[in-house]
């Protein structure tokens, strides 16, 4: 058994105990190939979640500083994010800028899986925020299935500004994958913006969140 796979065997054993968690449509998850999990984003710990939970590995980004720690709480944290498969992204720079992006195709082209929150940041309020388009761009791009994933309630296992991570219970909705017309990256905006908002109603659909209009904002302070 290799790194990822133990590291997601025993996260998941972990969660499964601890929370008991919902899991619906996992048949929805290409068995090959490359795919994109678009998901929305309520807690620090919806990551490491879909990583544990999914049947087939999912890079997300991560904190560049969470690969950097010192002594044996940074060793292990490191490792863990190492393990789960985590990007290291610095701090401000966005998940939807282009350096950011191109990594993430460079992993589809690989046939890997991949992971963003169209949203760009934690939901501090609960509404399902407008979606930014560089989930567009990577769908038309590579024509990669986006699997919709709608988690419920996972904001209470470490609400924001709060350290401690409290067992709850909570659900996690994987929708019918999108799949849109590989048109490269030389589509015009409009495509990638209607492409957007059809994968923000299918993780609506999911989550059952009530929408915002407008993009989300990252505060001051994580």
């Not at 790194?3 to 998941?12: A, E, F, I, N």
């Not at 690989?110 to 501090?124: A, F, H, L, N």
Request: charged share 20%; net charge positive.
């Amino acid at each position: 058994m290799g790194v990822y796979d133990l590291t997601r065997s025993t996260t998941r054993g972990l969660i499964a105990g601890l929370c008991r968690p919902t899991v619906e449509g996992l048949r929805h998850v290409p068995a090959a190939g490359p795919f994109i999990v678009a998901s929305n984003h309520l807690s620090f710990l919806d990551s490491v979640l879909i990583q544990a939970l999914m049947p087939r590995p999912v890079a997300f980004f991560a904190k560049a500083e969470y690969f950097r720690g010192t002594g044996v709480k940074g060793a292990l944290m490191r490792s863990f994010f190492e393990g789960v498969g985590s990007i290291p992204v610095e701090r401000g720079q966005q998940a939807a800028s282009v350096a950011a992006l191109k990594t993430l195709l460079d992993l589809l082209e690989e046939g890997d899986g991949v992971g963003i929150y169209p949203e760009g940041t934690r939901s501090r309020d609960g509404r399902l925020y407008r979606g930014r388009t560089g989930v567009g761009w990577l769908a038309l791009t590579t024509g990669a299935p986006v699997v919709p994933v709608g988690l419920v309630g996972t904001e209470a296992l470490q609400p924001a500004g709060k350290k401690g991570i409290r067992p709850q219970h909570f659900t996690l909705r994987i929708g019918r994958p999108l799949v849109f017309a590989k048109t490269g990256p030389g589509h015009p905006l409009p495509a990638r913006r209607n492409a957007t908002d059809a994968i923000m109603d299918s993780i609506a659909a999911l989550s059952r969140q009530e929408r915002a209009t407008h993009y989300n904002q990252s505060p001051a302070v994580e």
